[in-house]
T-cell receptor, first 110, second 116 residues
Framework: DAKTTQPNSMESNEEEPVHLPCNHS???????IHWYRQLPSQGPEYVIH???SNVNNRMASLAIAEDRKSSTLILHRATLRDAAVYYC???????????FGQGTTLQVKP | NAGVMQNPRHLVRRRGQEARLRCSPM?????VYWYRQLPEEGLKFMVY????????ESGMPKERFSAEFPKEGPSILRIQQVVRGDSAAYFC??????????????FGPGTRLTVL
Protein backbone atom coordinates (compact mmCIF):
# COMPACT_ATOMS: atom_id res chain seq x y z
CA ASP A 1 0.00 0.00 0.00
CA ALA A 2 1.68 3.15 -1.25
CA LYS A 3 -0.57 5.35 0.89
CA THR A 4 -0.30 8.19 -1.60
CA THR A 5 -2.72 9.14 -4.37
CA GLN A 6 -1.65 10.64 -7.67
CA PRO A 7 -3.41 11.19 -10.99
CA ASN A 8 -2.59 8.44 -13.48
CA SER A 9 -1.47 10.83 -16.19
CA MET A 10 -0.96 14.48 -17.00
CA GLU A 11 -0.02 16.45 -20.07
CA SER A 12 2.01 19.58 -20.42
CA ASN A 13 3.34 21.78 -23.17
CA GLU A 14 7.04 22.26 -23.53
CA GLU A 15 8.50 25.25 -21.63
CA GLU A 16 5.38 25.63 -19.49
CA PRO A 17 5.24 24.96 -15.74
CA VAL A 18 3.86 21.64 -14.52
CA HIS A 19 2.22 21.03 -11.17
CA LEU A 20 2.05 17.38 -10.16
CA PRO A 21 -0.24 16.79 -7.17
CA CYS A 22 -0.04 14.10 -4.51
CA ASN A 23 -2.37 13.31 -1.63
CA HIS A 24 -1.03 11.66 1.51
CA SER A 25 -3.80 12.29 4.00
CA UNK A 26 -2.63 9.65 6.51
CA UNK A 27 0.98 10.80 6.65
CA UNK A 28 2.61 10.67 10.08
CA UNK A 29 4.56 13.48 11.63
CA UNK A 30 7.94 11.88 10.91
CA UNK A 31 7.33 10.76 7.33
CA UNK A 32 9.23 12.59 4.64
CA ILE A 33 7.72 13.18 1.22
CA HIS A 34 9.97 11.95 -1.56
CA TRP A 35 9.62 12.41 -5.29
CA TYR A 36 11.34 10.18 -7.79
CA ARG A 37 10.90 9.90 -11.51
CA GLN A 38 11.58 7.12 -13.97
CA LEU A 39 12.36 7.85 -17.57
CA PRO A 40 11.65 5.11 -20.10
CA SER A 41 14.01 2.15 -19.78
CA GLN A 42 15.96 3.75 -16.95
CA GLY A 43 16.22 3.41 -13.21
CA PRO A 44 14.33 5.75 -10.89
CA GLU A 45 15.94 9.12 -10.36
CA TYR A 46 15.74 11.13 -7.15
CA VAL A 47 14.03 14.48 -7.67
CA ILE A 48 13.42 16.13 -4.31
CA HIS A 49 12.21 15.49 -0.78
CA UNK A 50 10.88 17.48 2.15
CA UNK A 51 9.27 17.27 5.56
CA UNK A 52 7.34 20.45 6.33
CA SER A 53 8.83 23.42 4.53
CA ASN A 54 8.78 24.04 0.81
CA VAL A 55 11.97 22.92 -0.90
CA ASN A 56 13.77 23.99 -4.03
CA ASN A 57 16.62 22.42 -5.96
CA ARG A 58 17.98 22.59 -9.47
CA MET A 59 15.44 20.09 -10.76
CA ALA A 60 12.18 21.16 -9.16
CA SER A 61 10.31 22.71 -6.27
CA LEU A 62 8.22 20.91 -3.68
CA ALA A 63 5.28 22.70 -2.13
CA ILE A 64 3.94 21.00 1.00
CA ALA A 65 0.53 21.88 2.38
CA GLU A 66 0.44 23.30 5.86
CA ASP A 67 -1.43 20.23 7.18
CA ARG A 68 0.98 17.98 5.23
CA LYS A 69 -1.87 15.99 3.76
CA SER A 70 -0.89 16.90 0.24
CA SER A 71 2.06 18.19 -1.75
CA THR A 72 2.82 19.41 -5.24
CA LEU A 73 5.91 18.87 -7.33
CA ILE A 74 6.57 21.85 -9.56
CA LEU A 75 8.63 21.68 -12.72
CA HIS A 76 9.15 25.31 -13.64
CA ARG A 77 9.73 24.82 -17.37
CA ALA A 78 8.94 21.39 -18.73
CA THR A 79 11.18 20.00 -21.42
CA LEU A 80 10.73 16.91 -23.56
CA ARG A 81 13.30 15.16 -21.35
CA ASP A 82 10.97 15.58 -18.37
CA ALA A 83 8.53 13.05 -19.84
CA ALA A 84 8.56 10.27 -17.26
CA VAL A 85 6.59 8.54 -14.54
CA TYR A 86 6.69 10.64 -11.38
CA TYR A 87 6.34 8.90 -8.04
CA CYS A 88 5.32 10.56 -4.81
CA UNK A 89 6.41 8.44 -1.84
CA UNK A 90 6.01 8.91 1.87
CA UNK A 91 8.92 7.45 3.72
CA UNK A 92 9.99 6.87 7.24
CA UNK A 93 13.67 6.83 8.11
CA UNK A 94 12.91 3.84 10.30
CA UNK A 95 12.01 1.52 7.46
CA UNK A 96 14.41 2.41 4.67
CA UNK A 97 12.31 0.89 1.91
CA UNK A 98 10.44 3.01 -0.61
CA UNK A 99 6.91 1.91 -1.48
CA PHE A 100 6.18 2.92 -5.06
CA GLY A 101 2.63 3.40 -6.27
CA GLN A 102 1.58 3.70 -9.90
CA GLY A 103 2.80 7.28 -10.17
CA THR A 104 1.80 9.96 -12.66
CA THR A 105 2.84 9.54 -16.26
CA LEU A 106 3.77 12.98 -17.55
CA GLN A 107 3.61 13.64 -21.26
CA VAL A 108 5.28 16.76 -22.58
CA LYS A 109 4.15 18.03 -25.94
CA PRO A 110 6.40 20.12 -28.15
CA ASN B 1 31.71 10.58 -8.03
CA ALA B 2 30.43 7.58 -9.92
CA GLY B 3 26.83 6.65 -9.41
CA VAL B 4 25.41 3.29 -8.48
CA MET B 5 26.75 0.66 -10.83
CA GLN B 6 25.01 -2.53 -11.76
CA ASN B 7 26.19 -5.40 -13.89
CA PRO B 8 25.43 -7.03 -16.07
CA ARG B 9 22.98 -4.64 -17.68
CA HIS B 10 21.31 -7.49 -19.51
CA LEU B 11 21.30 -11.14 -18.47
CA VAL B 12 19.76 -14.08 -20.27
CA ARG B 13 19.28 -17.37 -18.48
CA ARG B 14 17.50 -20.61 -19.25
CA ARG B 15 15.00 -22.05 -16.83
CA GLY B 16 16.74 -23.77 -13.95
CA GLN B 17 19.98 -21.81 -14.18
CA GLU B 18 21.27 -19.37 -11.59
CA ALA B 19 21.35 -15.60 -11.99
CA ARG B 20 23.78 -13.36 -10.12
CA LEU B 21 23.20 -9.63 -10.18
CA ARG B 22 25.84 -7.27 -8.85
CA CYS B 23 25.52 -3.80 -7.42
CA SER B 24 28.28 -1.38 -6.43
CA PRO B 25 26.87 1.45 -4.30
CA MET B 26 27.94 5.07 -4.59
CA UNK B 27 31.20 5.87 -2.85
CA UNK B 28 30.63 6.39 0.84
CA UNK B 29 27.21 4.71 0.86
CA UNK B 30 26.77 1.85 3.28
CA UNK B 31 23.10 1.03 2.65
CA VAL B 32 21.88 -0.96 -0.34
CA TYR B 33 18.37 -1.74 -1.52
CA TRP B 34 17.09 -4.05 -4.23
CA TYR B 35 13.83 -3.52 -6.13
CA ARG B 36 12.14 -5.51 -8.88
CA GLN B 37 10.00 -4.21 -11.69
CA LEU B 38 7.99 -6.82 -13.54
CA PRO B 39 6.91 -5.99 -17.11
CA GLU B 40 4.19 -3.33 -17.14
CA GLU B 41 4.15 -3.21 -13.34
CA GLY B 42 5.46 -0.90 -10.65
CA LEU B 43 8.63 -1.12 -8.61
CA LYS B 44 8.51 -3.47 -5.65
CA PHE B 45 10.91 -3.43 -2.73
CA MET B 46 12.79 -6.67 -2.16
CA VAL B 47 15.53 -6.27 0.42
CA TYR B 48 17.51 -3.69 2.40
CA UNK B 49 21.07 -4.40 3.47
CA UNK B 50 23.86 -2.73 5.32
CA UNK B 51 27.41 -4.03 5.29
CA UNK B 52 27.26 -7.73 6.21
CA UNK B 53 23.70 -7.42 7.55
CA UNK B 54 20.23 -7.89 6.14
CA UNK B 55 18.02 -5.22 7.67
CA UNK B 56 14.70 -5.90 5.93
CA GLU B 57 13.95 -8.77 3.56
CA SER B 58 10.18 -8.52 3.73
CA GLY B 59 9.89 -8.22 -0.06
CA MET B 60 12.03 -11.20 -0.95
CA PRO B 61 10.33 -14.33 -2.28
CA LYS B 62 10.66 -17.08 0.29
CA GLU B 63 12.52 -19.48 -1.95
CA ARG B 64 15.34 -19.27 -4.50
CA PHE B 65 16.20 -15.62 -3.80
CA SER B 66 19.03 -14.43 -1.58
CA ALA B 67 21.04 -11.25 -1.15
CA GLU B 68 24.27 -10.28 0.47
CA PHE B 69 26.39 -7.19 0.96
CA PRO B 70 29.82 -8.35 2.11
CA LYS B 71 32.38 -6.24 3.91
CA GLU B 72 34.37 -6.00 0.69
CA GLY B 73 32.94 -5.97 -2.79
CA PRO B 74 29.55 -5.40 -4.35
CA SER B 75 26.14 -6.45 -3.16
CA ILE B 76 24.89 -9.61 -4.86
CA LEU B 77 21.30 -10.61 -5.58
CA ARG B 78 21.21 -14.31 -6.35
CA ILE B 79 18.34 -16.15 -7.95
CA GLN B 80 18.59 -19.92 -8.04
CA GLN B 81 16.73 -22.14 -10.50
CA VAL B 82 15.23 -19.25 -12.39
CA VAL B 83 11.74 -19.48 -13.87
CA ARG B 84 10.11 -17.39 -16.58
CA GLY B 85 8.27 -15.36 -13.98
CA ASP B 86 11.61 -14.03 -12.72
CA SER B 87 12.03 -12.08 -15.96
CA ALA B 88 12.10 -8.45 -14.85
CA ALA B 89 14.25 -5.39 -14.34
CA TYR B 90 16.13 -5.48 -11.06
CA PHE B 91 17.22 -2.16 -9.66
CA CYS B 92 19.70 -1.49 -6.92
CA UNK B 93 19.80 1.72 -4.89
CA UNK B 94 22.16 3.03 -2.26
CA UNK B 95 21.95 5.67 0.43
CA UNK B 96 24.54 7.24 2.71
CA UNK B 97 22.85 6.28 5.96
CA UNK B 98 24.19 9.39 7.65
CA UNK B 99 23.66 13.11 7.37
CA UNK B 100 20.88 15.26 6.04
CA UNK B 101 20.26 13.00 3.06
CA UNK B 102 20.75 9.81 5.01
CA UNK B 103 17.77 8.04 3.46
CA UNK B 104 17.84 9.50 -0.04
CA UNK B 105 18.20 6.55 -2.38
CA UNK B 106 20.15 6.76 -5.60
CA PHE B 107 19.35 4.13 -8.17
CA GLY B 108 21.46 2.24 -10.64
CA PRO B 109 20.53 1.61 -14.28
CA GLY B 110 19.17 -1.84 -13.53
CA THR B 111 19.78 -5.37 -14.73
CA ARG B 112 17.25 -6.72 -17.17
CA LEU B 113 16.88 -10.43 -16.64
CA THR B 114 15.30 -12.55 -19.34
CA VAL B 115 14.54 -16.19 -18.62
CA LEU B 116 14.07 -18.36 -21.69
Amino acid sequence: DAKTTQPNSMESNEEEPVHLPCNHSTISGTDYIHWYRQLPSQGPEYVIHGLTSNVNNRMASLAIAEDRKSSTLILHRATLRDAAVYYCIRGSSNTGKLIFGQGTTLQVKP
Amino acid sequence: NAGVMQNPRHLVRRRGQEARLRCSPMKGHSHVYWYRQLPEEGLKFMVYLQKENIIDESGMPKERFSAEFPKEGPSILRIQQVVRGDSAAYFCASSPGLGVDADTQYFGPGTRLTVL
